[in-house]
C-alpha cells in the first residue's frame, strides 16, 4: 500500500468541522471516491492513539490536492484537526475499492451520514463533471456536523437533516421531505443508481427505505461506501470484518465499497 507524508496546505474551520487540504500529488491522481486513507493521528515520537484513523477523502483535484473533511469527534481526530498549514502527516492510502457509477445512470442519488459521508461529496463533483443529475440527502445529529453546501457542485441539490442519522431513512422514504416534491413517493424512484454512505446501523432502514421506492432492484442499483476501523489496511488484523450474503469480508481489502443487496440486515 502505498505511503505518503503530504503537507497541509490549507485548514479552514467549518464551524464543527476542520477542512485539511493537503499536497499529495500521487495520492490525488489514483484515489477514487469512495476509497478511504489511513492516518497517523498522534504527534512525532508518540504512539498515543497507536491505531491509524480510517477516513473518506472529500475530494482530489486535477492541480494534486486531496481534501479531508474531518469531525473532531475523539482525540486521534481532534489532533489530526489541529495540524496547521505546513505540518507534515503520515498517511497510507488509498484503501479498498472505490464507487463504480453506471455510464448509463443520468440520474443519481446520494445519500449518507456518518463517517464516510465525505466520499459522496467528491462522488458529487465526479458525476456532475459527466452531466449526471445528482441529488444528494445527508443526516446527521445536528446541523453543524453536516458539510456546508459550498463544497458541492452548485448543481447538486442538497436536502439535510439535523434530526439524527436515523432519519436518512425519511429522507430516502418520504415523498414529502425528498428534494424533488413534484415526484410521486420515494426519490428512490428518480433514481437510476444509488451511492451511500452509512455506518453498519443504518444498513437495515436504508435497505428498507430503498426497497418501498423499488420493490426489486438489479446488482450495482445501489452501492454503499461502509464505514467503520480499518487497523491495517490490507486484511490482515481480521479487525473489520462485514458479514455479507458471500460470507465474511474484510472492509478494507473486500470493501469499503458493497453491493446493499449483499450486506446482512
Known amino acids: 500500500m502505498p505511503y505518503f507524508e503530504p503537507l497541509v496546505l490549507e485548514r479552514r474551520e467549518l464551524g464543527t468541522l476542520t477542512l485539511l487540504t493537503l499536497h499529495a500529488p500521487e495520492l490525488a491522481r489514483t484515489a477514487r471516491p469512495g476509497q478511504a486513507v489511513l492516518l497517523r493521528c498522534a504527534p512525532p515520537g508518540s504512539d498515543d492513539p497507536a491505531l491509524r484513523r480510517a477516513l473518506?477523502?472529500?475530494?482530489?483535484?486535477?492541480?494534486g490536492t486531496v481534501e479531508l473533511l474531518i469531525t473532531p469527534e475523539e482525540r486521534g481526530l481532534a489532533w489530526l484537526a489541529s495540524q496547521p498549514a505546513g505540518a507534515r502527516l503520515d498517511l497510507y492510502g488509498p484503501v479498498g475499492t472505490?464507487?463504480?457509477?453506471?455510464?448509463?445512470a443520468r440520474n443519481l442519488l446520494l445519500s449518507g451520514a456518518g463517517p464516510a459521508l465525505p466520499a459522496l461529496i467528491g462522488?458529487?463533483?465526479a458525476a456532475t463533471a459527466h452531466g449526471a443529475a445528482?441529488?444528494?440527502l445527508a443526516a446527521a445529529t445536528s446541523a453543524a456536523l453536516l458539510p456546508p453546501p459550498y463544497l458541492l457542485p452548485p448543481d447538486v441539490e442538497?436536502?439535510?437533516?439535523g434530526e439524527g442519522e436515523a432519519a436518512l431513512a425519511d429522507l430516502l422514504g418520504s415523498g414529502q421531505r425528498a428534494p424533488l416534491p413534484a415526484l410521486a413517493g420515494s426519490p428512490v424512484a428518480w433514481a437510476d443508481q444509488?451511492?451511500?454512505?452509512?455506518?453498519?446501523?443504518?444498513?437495515?432502514?436504508?435497505?428498507?427505505?430503498?426497497?418501498?421506492?423499488?420493490l426489486r432492484w438489479e446488482r450495482g442499483f445501489a452501492l454503499a461506501a461502509l464505514a467503520g476501523p480499518m487497523p491495517c489496511g490490507v486484511g490482515t488484523c481480521q479487525a473489520c470484518l462485514v458479514e455479507t450474503r458471500d460470507g465474511v469480508r474484510a472492509r478494507c481489502k473486500d470493501g469499503p465499497i458493497f453491493d446493499l443487496r449483499d450486506l446482512r440486515r
Open 56 to 63: 473518506f477523502p472529500a475530494g482530489a483535484g486535477a492541480e
Open 98 to 104: 472505490g464507487f463504480t457509477l453506471d455510464r448509463r
Open 123 to 125: 462522488l458529487a463533483r
Open 134 to 136: 445528482v441529488v444528494l
Open 158 to 161: 442538497y436536502q439535510t437533516s
Open 194 to 214: 444509488i451511492c451511500l454512505a452509512l455506518s453498519e446501523p443504518l444498513v437495515t432502514p436504508v435497505a428498507e427505505a430503498v426497497r418501498a421506492g423499488k
